[in-house]
Nanobody, 124 residues
Framework: QVQLVESGGGLVQAGGSLRLSCAAS????????MGWFRQAPGKEREFVAA????????YYVDSVKGRFTISRDNAKNTVYLQMNNLKPDDTAVYYC?????????????????WGQGTQVTVSS
């Protein structure tokens, strides 16, 4: 069992940056492949980025490639999502998720644990 808590969301102007954090507690963080998802009002939850448990694989949705970077600090039990050049379309609630081992994948059904989400709002 692992508990996930996101932070770092907020209101930012288009072109700005935010860094989301997801702190994990419970079991050994290093065994978890971590993902970030987002959900905008009236839309389905969408995959954003993932990083495998061993750090060897990353995976991004095309719309954020070159703008977002996922990383992890196992010593701090934390995964990050650095978001640069934000656009109004990035506005959503952002969730982190975890699955034991496995490669970085984009299917939410493959993740076992979820945080409560943090709101990101990008104004034009």
């Amino acid at each position: 069992q692992v508990q996930l808590v996101e932070s770092g969301g907020g209101l930012v102007q288009a072109g700005g940056s935010l860094r989301l954090s997801c702190a994990a507690s419970g079991r050994t963080f290093s065994i978890y492949t971590m993902g970030w998802f987002r959900q905008a009002p009236g839309k389905e939850r969408e995959f954003v980025a993932a990083l495998s448990w061993n750090g060897r694989n990353t995976y991004y949705v095309d719309s954020v490639k070159g703008r977002f970077t996922i990383s992890r600090d196992n010593a701090k039990n934390t995964v990050y999502l650095q978001m640069n050049n934000l656009k109004p379309d990035d506005t959503a609630v952002y969730y982190c998720a975890a699955r034991e081992f496995g490669v970085a994948v984009d299917s939410p059904q493959m993740y076992t644990y979820w945080g409560q989400g943090t709101q990101v709002t990008v104004s034009s």
